[in-house]
C-alpha cells in the first residue's frame, strides 16, 4: 500500500472506506464481488484469471469508456467512435480523432467480444487489454499520452475511491484502467436477437427469414464458411474480394507474409443492421451494395478465399429473391435490448 503523503483528501477517503467491516486485502476496501455474465445460448463465459470480472470492475470500466477525461481536450471517449445505438461502431466512415484527423478503417462493432482471441481488423492485439492501451495514447484518437491521463484520474474526485473498490488500492496505473474498460467490454453480450430466441424455440422466423437462413449456411450463399457460429465469425483472416489489388496490406502488417495481403478478420454480423457502412473502410453504405459484392463484385485478387473462387468470380450469382432474403435474415440478428441496455450506456 502507498499512500502519496500529504494528500488529506486520499488519506480520509481510506479511513472512511476501511470502517467497513467486511474489509480485504491492500487499502481496507472490500473485495469486489464476483460478476457473471448472462451467456444463454453462447459458449460459456470464457475465463480470465488475471482479470476476473466483478461487479466494481464492470462499473469502472463502464464510467471509462464513457468519460472524456481519457482524451487529450476532454472531447473524445471510448464511446465517440464506438456508440451503443450502433452497436458499439461508429455510423461515420473513418472516426475523427481529438484533432479532426482521420484513420482509414471503420470503427467495428463491439459484441461478444469476451470470446474473441485477436483484435482489430488486422488482429494486431492479443487481448481486450491489449486493445485498449492504444486507442488513448493514438494520435488520430483520443491523443493523450498514458503518463499524462494516469495522474488526471489520480487528481479526480471520484477515480481513487472506484479503483480502490475495483482493485483494493486507489493508486491509479495503465494496467488496472485497461483491465476495468476490458471488463466492461467482456458484459456487451448479444443474446437476444430474434434469431436467438428462434433457436430458442420461443419464436418462428418469416417464410423470407428462413430462406435467408437456408442460403447463409448452405452452398449457394456460402455464407457460413466465414460467418459461421453464433459469433457469426471464424476468426480467421480472409480476403472476401473487395479490391484486385488491396491498398491496405491487412493481416500482412502483423504477420508479414505476402499471402496475407489484403486479408481481415471475419467480423461478426450480430446487429449488422445497425453498424454502417460496412467492411474494413466503411465502403458500402447498405447492406444491398454488400450483397451486390458478393454476388457481382468479387474481384480475383491474388489472396481471394477458396470459397469464394469456386463460384467466380465475379461472385455468388446471386438472384434478385435469394439477396433479399439473406438481408432479410441478416436483420434477426437485430438485438434491440442490446441496443438499449441502459448497463451499457453512461451512467
Ligand atoms: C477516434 C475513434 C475511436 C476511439 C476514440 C476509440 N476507438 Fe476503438 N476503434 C476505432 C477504429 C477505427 C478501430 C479499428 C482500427 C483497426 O482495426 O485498425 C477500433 C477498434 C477497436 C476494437 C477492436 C474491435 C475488434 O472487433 O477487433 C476495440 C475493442 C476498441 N476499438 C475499443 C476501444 C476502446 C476501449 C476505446 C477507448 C479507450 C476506443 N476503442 C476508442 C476507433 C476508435
Ligand atoms: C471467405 C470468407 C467469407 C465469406 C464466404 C463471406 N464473408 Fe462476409 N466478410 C468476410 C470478411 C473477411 C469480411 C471483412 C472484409 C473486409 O472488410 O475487408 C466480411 C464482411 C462482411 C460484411 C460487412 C461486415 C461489417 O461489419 O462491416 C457483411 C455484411 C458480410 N460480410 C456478409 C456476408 C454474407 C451475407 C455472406 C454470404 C453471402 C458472406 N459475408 C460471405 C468473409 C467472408
Redesign the pocket.
Known sequence: MSIPRGSTFLLSLVVVVGCSDNTGPGEGFPDPRPFTPDTEGLRPFPEFPDNPLTREGVALGRRLFHDPILSLDHTQSCASCHDQAHAFSDPRRFSEGVDGSLGTR?A??LANAAWLREFF?AGRAPSLEDQAREPVPNPIEMALPWDEAIPRLTAHAEYPELFGRAFGTIEIDEDRVVKAIAQFERTLISNHSRYDRHLRGELELTTAESRGERL?FNET???F???GTLFFTDEEY?D?G?DLAPVDP?RQAVTGREPDHGK????T?RN?EH?AP???DGRFDT?EQ??DH?SSGVQPSPNL?A??RVHGPPG?SLTEPEKAD?IAF?KTLSDLEFLENPDFGPE
Open positions: 471503420n467495428p462493432a481488423w447463409f450463399g456460402e455464407c464458411h466465414c460467418h480472409h472476401n473487395l491487412g481481415f478478420r471475419t467480423p454480423l449488422i453498424t460496412y467492411m474494413h447492406l454488400v450483397m458478393y478465399d470459397v469464394l455468388l439473406l441478416l
